[in-house]
């Protein structure tokens, strides 16, 4: 295969994860000039070109190296894979999980349904638009299930007498509700992963998409992270300190009005609670103040 100069990567053309998708590459530094009915999109200031298309797609536009990098969910993937795995290998890795598109892949049944256990489903028509991954899971309990693949509305299955329970996405859990469903057992948890073709790419593209990776961690270090700036005595600052477990040393600046006081900037690692700011002002902090932090860079 011709080795490209630009990365091409495909994301759900629309559907819950296209928005979070794109402010990701918009957060990673890559704009995308978007036009509603166009699939494809040429990134102008960056070697990077968008594929948009159907999420159950994407695990098969990367496997093949059409695409170098995809955003799906790890339900979709899970399924591609046990699907190719029954043939070959797949030629996809999981570069990095992007903490969107968070929900489970569970067993449901009619509210009257009696759960006595996993055991208890044995033999169980399942209606589902995830056979393979249902077939991993009956192997793994030894539950003989029999999977009734269909592609949409799984919800309304059991009352069709199709099946007896359902496996189906859930992230409120109000679908299943309105269709008098419970849940039963979670078989997967899922959320939106970068993945990647195991095709070499161009060098110097390799190393643009090594900046890549390092932005993306740079954003969800950043997420977790919270500036926070006061006003303490020097003499508080050691116990100060310690209410906030930091990256590095603070930054203590003198103050033009205050020989005993100090202004002090830390970056904290955890989330910071008003109770911590109730600490703060015990251990004599004022004018507190915390701000996120957008980007970081070691
Ligand atoms: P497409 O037209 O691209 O095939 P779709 O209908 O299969 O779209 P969506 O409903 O947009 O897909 O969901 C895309 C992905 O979003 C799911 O595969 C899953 O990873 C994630 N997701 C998060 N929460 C939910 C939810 N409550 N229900 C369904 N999917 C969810
Ligand atoms: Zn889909």
């Given at each position: 295969?011709?080795?490209?100069?630009?990365?091409?990567?495909?994301?759900?053309?629309?559907?819950?994860?296209?928005?979070?998708?794109?402010?990701?590459l918009?957060?990673?530094?890559?704009?995308?000039?978007?036009?509603?009915?166009?699939?494809?999109?040429?990134?102008?200031?960056?070697?990077?070109?968008?594929?948009?298309?159907?999420?159950?797609?994407?695990?098969?536009?990367?496997?093949?190296?059409?695409?170098?990098?995809?955003?799906?969910?790890?339900?979709?993937?899970?399924?591609?894979?046990?699907?190719?795995?029954?043939?070959?290998?797949?030629?996809?890795?999981?570069?990095?999980?992007?903490?969107?598109?968070?929900?489970?892949?569970?067993?449901?049944?009619?509210?009257?349904?009696?759960?006595?256990?996993?055991?208890s489903?044995?033999?169980?028509?399942?209606?589902?638009?995830?056979?393979?991954?249902?077939?991993?899971?009956?192997?793994?309990?030894?539950?003989?299930l029999?999977?009734?693949?269909?592609?949409?509305?799984?919800?309304?299955?059991?009352?069709?007498?199709?099946?007896?329970?359902?496996?189906?996405?859930?992230?409120?859990?109000?679908?299943?509700?309105?269709?008098?469903?419970?849940?039963?057992?979670?078989?997967?948890?899922?959320e939106?992963?970068?993945?990647?073709?195991?095709?070499?790419?161009?060098?110097?593209?390799?190393?643009?998409?090594q900046?890549?990776?390092?932005?993306?961690?740079?954003?969800?270090q950043?997420?977790?992270?919270?500036?926070?700036?006061?006003?303490?005595?020097?003499?508080?600052?050691?116990?100060?300190?310690?209410?906030?477990?930091?990256?590095?040393?603070?930054?203590?600046?003198?103050?033009?009005?205050?020989?005993?006081k100090?202004?002090?900037?830390?970056?904290?690692?955890?989330?910071?609670?008003?109770?911590?700011?109730?600490?703060?002002?015990?251990?004599?902090?004022?004018?507190?103040?915390?701000?996120?932090?957008?980007k970081?860079?070691?």
């Open positions: 295969m011709q080795i490209r100069k630009r990365l091409r990567i495909a994301i759900q053309k629309k559907g819950r994860l296209n928005s979070d998708s794109l402010a990701l918009k957060s990673i530094g890559i704009n995308m000039q978007l036009s509603k009915s166009s699939l494809y999109c040429h990134s102008a200031n960056t070697p990077v070109d968008c594929l948009f298309v159907r999420d159950d797609d994407i695990p098969v536009l990367v496997n093949s190296g059409v695409c170098d990098l995809g955003i799906v969910g790890e339900n979709v993937l899970k399924e591609f894979s046990l699907a190719q795995n029954n043939k070959e290998q797949t030629n996809i890795v999981t570069e990095r999980t992007l903490g969107f598109g968070k929900c489970r892949l569970s067993l449901a049944a009619p509210n009257d349904f009696e759960f006595k256990g996993i055991q489903l044995n033999g169980m028509r399942v209606a589902t638009s995830y056979p393979n991954t249902i077939k991993d899971f009956s192997d793994q309990y030894n539950l003989s029999r999977a009734l693949n269909i592609s949409g509305s799984v919800e309304i299955a059991p009352s069709l007498d199709m099946s007896d329970i359902i496996c189906d996405l859930v992230s409120t859990g109000r679908t299943l509700e309105e269709h008098n469903l419970k849940e039963l057992q979670v078989v997967l948890n899922s939106a992963v970068l993945i990647k073709s195991t095709n070499v790419l161009d060098s110097e593209l390799q190393q643009f998409y900046r890549l990776l390092d932005r993306i961690d740079g954003a969800n950043a997420k977790e992270c919270k500036y926070v700036m006061f006003h303490a005595p020097k003499e508080a600052l050691k116990e100060i300190a310690q209410l906030l477990p930091g990256h590095e040393e603070p930054t203590v600046i003198p103050l033009s009005h205050s020989d005993d100090v202004a002090v900037h830390i970056v904290t690692k955890e989330g910071v609670f008003w109770q911590t700011l109730e600490q703060l002002k015990k251990a004599r902090a004022s004018s507190i103040l915390v701000l996120p932090i957008e970081m860079l070691a």
